[in-house]
């Protein structure tokens, strides 16, 4: 073999190390995927610092098992690590030394945040930087605030579930897909909210024995991003009309007293806004709903026009009551922009916008001040595939 | 060593169509989202990338239209023949030089962003090497190749971005555009600058012309092909303000790409999109480089006595350094912009220069 050709050869060995690309190579087996992450307050200092404990959830594979194997010979599908300190992500590289194996956040699920870390001011926003910077993390990550202690939701035992997180995710969607609850919101859309100023929702889980209950909203002030009050059952049933495109939850009324439940099939809200002066700003929102007839105590033929128009008459009050109420609170006493009155100006009135959104909730308050007006209406479609059960009865 | 040698070393005026995007689509999309929407309201930047699209149409127009009075002359030649030997040799190094640091500026943020995203231990010096090697391959083959190597990667570019529009539809919202046509001028202005840069890539024209089998149709098929530049920057724009809106848009380092991580194909069973969208973006700017590099060896092939693979073995050594050669971000920010500043500049005035002298020289020859 000639000199030249041997060194071809060897050339050619050479660039073989670098096709093979597996400078990052980690065996799957020594990745260890976390699915969902807890932030939890442990102390303020007294230099104005916090100290925070982050609890990731594993996934442990053979815990879980295949459906041949059944339970997977009971071994926990799930590895919860705690560790505390001032920096996630330094946190973050501490848990790796209490694992075996590398934290990957590629899969992450959820983001469960304290109150008590929601309720300092700033430091939500603070924290959710490494969020969003990592590109690790994806955008899809959805967030809730828990009541009380984070760490300990990743702990539950639901029957049906193996690893909490999951549970939890599934949860939040099912709920948001049929009982009307506020839909989860996504790290992508936190950054929006984060970046705008713009006062926000997110919705919170309560710990309830075995089981998570998934229905209030947790309402941030967009300035500090500081939580200044949570919302339950109805406020946050009435929040979901003002602020959601389409709520497919169900709602009971009294007609004639008897119970009557429409399952609601759409919503469509739509909000006017008309500013003639800073201080004298007409909102008008819109809400229309179409149901049907889903469950019905009593008698009364529901084929009756008469009829149909009164069950609809009670829907738009009981949902013009909820409404009001959840505005009342968040315009009057929170005096936060949840429902987006200040988006629908910098949309439709830009020159308007420019000059009141230094004050709009926050400074002088324009949008406490102004006029909001709700308008709902509601439409009866089906009845489903009955008139009545019984024709005797009561009176 | 034998290699495959193609019949003639021309290209069809299609190929020349296509070769026009695949050069000028690259890095430039991946932020140019972010630096129009810092300086224009809501999603009025869209009009900025039209109106600097526009103007890019006619200038491809001109450019190919002066390449292709002079049928089948190498750019140095027709270049002698209008502003003297000199002056063209001068020219045509200045245009090697702009294809040179392009290729460089392209290898390091493409590495970079490999880096950032795909690879967290390997070094970028090791990322944009492999990269580098490959374009010199690729090169190092017949030019015809290359061409149809770019009519094959291109359908695939435009697809992927089509499916991540696609996919992107549940994320988005109409009320993102809102409102309309509330940016002030200045804010165009700067729009337009940054977007301009985006542009750069227009050179090829001047060397390529001359290799197209029917040059008569060159200047229609430039103008399309440039027309489709506007149209898909116009498009990704769009759909980054959709999802994200204005300020996360502006906010977002590469707003393409988070579009890729944010998006989730139904079903679940695949979760990591932005993978395959990256790898394909990688063909585009396998594209860049590779013409970007070509048309700098083929330009100095003209006023030089080297061969081709003499030429590559200088130029890439040198290319790798230059592209390595910034230490931080900052650096290669800045080295962007002048690569982009350059780039369009020395086009326009040697395009400028040639159609003047060459108007003279009719004008003359008429009288």
């Known amino acids: 073999m000639s000199k030249k050709k041997l060194v071809f050869l060897l050339y050619y060995c050479l660039l073989t190390l670098v096709l093979a690309g597996c400078w990052d190579r980690v065996e799957i087996e020594n990745r260890g995927f976390a699915v969902g992450s807890a932030i939890d307050l442990v102390e303020k200092k007294a230099d104005g610092s916090y100290e925070l404990m982050l609890t990731s959830q594993f996934v442990v594979p053979s815990g879980l098992g295949s459906p041949v194997q059944g339970r997977g010979g009971g071994q926990k599908a799930y590895l919860n690590i705690s560790a505390t300190g001032e920096s996630l992500f330094q946190v973050n590289r501490e848990m790796a030394t209490l694992t075996s194996q590398v934290p990957f956040y590629q899969h992450l699920k959820i983001l469960i945040v304290s109150e008590d870390v929601v309720k300092e001011p700033n430091l939500f926003g603070n924290i959710m930087d490494l969020f969003i910077r990592d590109h690790e993390m994806r955008r899809g990550i959805r967030i809730v605030i828990a009541e009380g202690e984070a760490r300990k939701i990743l702990d539950i035992k639901p029957d049906n579930e193996k690893v909490p997180a999951l549970y939890l995710d599934s949860l939040m969607e099912n709920n948001y897909k049929n009982a009307g609850s506020l839909k989860p919101v996504h790290i992508g859309e936190l950054q929006e909210l984060l970046l705008s100023e713009r006062s926000y929702s997110i919705p919170e889980v309560h710990f309830a024995d075995k089981f998570i209950q998934y229905k209030g909203a947790a309402v941030f002030y967009g300035v500090t991003n500081e939580m200044v009050d949570s919302l339950m059952d109805e406020e946050a049933k009435g929040l979901a009309f003002l602020t959601e495109t389409s709520t497919d939850g169900s709602i009971k009324v009294n007609v004639n007293g008897e119970m009557v439940t429409v399952e609601l099939k759409s919503v469509d809200r739509g909000i006017q806004v008309t500013p003639k002066d800073k201080t004298d700003i007409d909102v008008a929102i819109d809400i229309h709903v179409n149901g049907n007839v889903a469950e019905r105590f009593g008698k009364a033929s529901v084929r009756m026009d008469s009829y149909i128009k009164k069950v609809e008459k009670d829907v738009e009050d009981k949902i013009e009551k909820m409404t009001t109420q959840t505005k009342d609170k968040l315009q009057k006493e929170l005096k936060v922009d949840v429902i987006g009155v200040g988006d629908k100006l910098y949309q439709k009135h830009y020159t308007f916008w420019n000059t009141v959104k230094d004050d709009w909730d926050k400074g002088e308050n324009y949008y406490s001040q102004s006029k909001i007006n709700i308008n709902v209406t509601a439409k009866v479609q089906m009845v489903g595939s009955s008139d009545k059960v019984k024709t005797t009865g009561d009176d | ?367």
């Open chain 2, 1 to 367: 060593m034998k290699w495959f040698e193609y019949g003639d070393e021309t290209i069809s005026d299609k190929e020349l169509l296509i070769a026009v995007p695949s050069t000028i689509i690259g890095v430039g999309i991946l932020s140019l989202p972010r630096e129009i929407a810092k300086n224009t309201v809501s999603a009025d930047g869209w009009l900025s990338i039209f109106i600097v699209g526009v103007l890019f149409i006619g200038f491809a127009w001109i450019i190919a239209k002066l390449a292709s009075t002079y049928p089948h002359q190498s750019f140095f030649s027709y270049a002698s023949s209008l502003v003297t030997r000199p002056i063209a040799t001068v020219l045509t190094i200045l245009l090697a030089l702009q294809g040179f640091v392009l290729t460089a500026f392209v290898m390091r943020v493409i590495s970079d962003i490999a880096k950032e995203y795909l690879f967290d231990q390997t070094p970028v010096e090791v990322i944009a090497l492999s990269f580098l090697l490959v374009v010199v391959y690729a090169i190092a083959g017949s030019r015809a190749g290359l061409f149809r190597l770019n009519m094959m990667f291109f359908p695939i570019i435009i697809f992927i971005t089509v499916l991540v529009g696609g996919f992107a539809v549940a994320w988005f919202s109409v009320d993102n555009y809102l409102p309309v046509f509330k940016t002030d001028l200045s804010g165009h202005l700067k729009a337009m600058q940054t977007s301009s840069f985006s542009f750069t890539g227009l050179a090829i024209l001047l060397f390529y012309t001359s290799i197209v089998r029917k040059p008569k149709k060159a200047p229609k098929m430039a103008a399309i092909g440039m027309a489709i530049v506007p149209v898909l920057y116009i498009f990704i724009y769009l759909l980054c303000l959709g999802v994200f809106g204005n300020l996360a848009t502006a906010n977002l380092n590469y707003p393409i790409i988070e579009l890729a991580k944010e998006i989730e194909v139904p079903g679940g069973f695949f979760e990591r999109f932005d993978s395959i969208f990256f790898v394909i973006w990688i063909m585009s700017i396998f594209n860049t480089t590779a013409m970007s590099l070509d048309v700098t060896v083929f330009a100095l092939e003209s006023i030089s006595k080297l061969k081709k693979i003499q030429l590559l073995y200088i130029l890439a050594p040198l290319i790798y350094l230059v592209g390595m050669f910034p230490q931080d971000l900052i650096t290669v920010v800045q080295l962007g912009e002048f690569v982009s500043y350059y780039g369009v500049l020395i086009t326009i005035f040697a395009t400028v220069l040639l159609v003047i002298m060459s108007v003279i020289k009719r004008r003359r020859s008429n009288v």
